[in-house]
């Protein structure tokens, strides 16, 4: 099986995309883990796959999977190399497509500078729902591990977040604590971890530890996240810069029942073919 694919990255959280639509595409867990291999493979943090709508009124639908072959729901950075791919391949020729998520539908913005907006929806903050354990929702929840109490913050951007901030995101303990708190039992299907360095009510450092990932260059939904609980937690205004390692990402919240919005660049690195 021959496939083409085109590499592309948002602000370095880097992705190997596969257009569905134009050839088909069907990909085993291990196939998928050899694609993301830096060393053996094409290397990527995750790998995108666009696909007709199974919808009405619907463009695209829009699947994930990560490095480690588990798909997800959601990818704010993967969203935005989505709609430029669609318009630089010729799947459509639309500004504004609404695309079918395992999270929801969804919509990107194509804007005349080239950037790409998302709306990423309304954050959902009942636990249940985003999954984690607690009895009831809070604005923040103390959270236990080898003998530490952290106080963090928690929502759904279509996928799980936790926060924690924290005086240096340079020396954040970014890839021991992350990994550990990926995994903690209160969070059923694991959960991305934010950790967080505020600069000024309108802007913020980030690094995240992404599930089935580990730690990333950028994470959309995971900036979307530290805003939307920083805001709830009375740092930030309406609208934040977030800066993250490979760049700096607009985000945009007014507050409960409203969606967020983020805007940021999408890139492509290079197209190519693989027989797998």
Not at 71 to 79: L, P, T, Y
Not at 159 to 188: C, K, M, W, Y
Not at 259 to 269: F, I, L
Request: hydrophobic residues 40%; charged residues 20%.
């Amino acid at each position: 099986m021959r496939l083409a694919f085109t590499k592309m990255h948002g602000l370095g959280n880097d992705f190997v995309v596969f257009d569905g639509v134009r050839q088909r595409v069907e990909l085993s867990a291990p196939q998928l883990r050899f694609l993301a291999d830096r060393h053996f493979g094409i290397g990527c943090d995750q790998i995108l796959l666009i696909e007709p709508s199974v919808q009405p009124n619907v463009d695209f639908r829009y699947r994930i999977f990560n490095a480690d072959g588990g798909e997800v729901e959601q990818c704010g950075n993967g969203a935005r190399c989505f709609a430029r791919f669609v318009r630089d391949h010729g799947l459509s020729t639309k500004d504004l497509l609404t695309v079918q998520t395992n999270s929801g539908l969804i919509q990107l913005q194509l804007q005349p500078d080239g950037q790409v907006s998302v709306n990423m929806g309304i954050p959902e903050f009942t636990p249940a729902k985003i999954p984690f354990t607690a009895e009831q929702a809070a604005i923040d929840y103390p959270l236990e591990w080898e003998g530490q109490t952290y106080r963090v913050g928690v929502v759904s951007l279509g996928n799980p977040h936790l926060l924690l901030r924290v005086e240096n995101i340079d020396t954040a303990p970014v890839q021991s604590l992350g990994a550990a708190l990926e995994r903690h039992p209160r969070f059923p299907k694991r959960v991305n971890v934010g950790f967080m360095q505020v600069l000024t009510p309108q802007t913020f450092k980030l690094r995240v530890f992404e599930r089935g990932v580990g730690e990333t260059l950028a994470c959309g939904s995971g900036a979307c996240a530290a805003m939307v609980i920083g805001h709830r937690w009375k740092l930030f205004d309406p609208c934040v810069h977030a800066q993250l390692r490979g760049g700096t990402l607009i985000i945009r919240w007014s507050g409960p029942d409203t969606e967020v919005v983020m805007t940021g660049p999408a890139q492509t690195v290079f197209e190519g073919s693989l027989e797998l």
